[in-house]
């Protein structure tokens, strides 16, 4: 069992940046994906961006991109998710994932393991 745990999220003014962060209790052997999802009030869950475990390669939402970036730290396990030029339709519970297979970086139920979430929320 791995075990995903988001931290960074918060409040912050549009415009503004925010890292979040999402430590895994432990590599599994076939951990090919690790990606970003998140959730407002009232819609449905919603792909923000995907990276293969190597860092080798990157996928994004239409609406993040040139704003969000994703990357991966293997020596710590640990996933990041930097936002700049946040508006206030980022506000959202952001969530991460981990794939143990490749392809379907954006569909949420291809995920084996999910976080809890951190909550952002972004003032106008």
């Known amino acids: 069992q791995v075990q995903l745990v988001e931290s960074g999220g918060g409040l912050v003014q549009a415009g503004g940046s925010l890292r979040l962060s999402c430590a895994a209790s432990?590599?599994?052997?076939?951990?090919?994906?690790m990606g970003w999802f998140r959730q407002a009030p009232g819609k449905e869950r919603e792909f923000v961006a995907a990276?293969?475990?190597?860092?080798?390669?990157?996928y994004y939402a239409e609406f993040v991109k040139g704003r969000f970036t994703i990357s991966i730290d293997i020596a710590k396990d640990t996933l990041y998710l930097q936002m700049n030029s946040l508006k206030p339709e980022d506000t959202a519970v952001y969530s991460c994932?981990?794939?143990?297979?490749?392809?379907?970086?954006?569909?949420?139920?291809?995920?084996?393991?999910w976080g809890q979430g951190t909550q952002v929320t972004v003032s106008s």
């Open positions: 990276i293969t475990w190597s860092g080798r390669n990157t």
């Open positions: 432990r590599r599994t052997v076939d951990t090919s994906v």
């Open positions: 994932a981990l794939k143990k297979s490749y392809g379907a970086y954006g569909v949420g139920i291809a995920y084996d393991y």
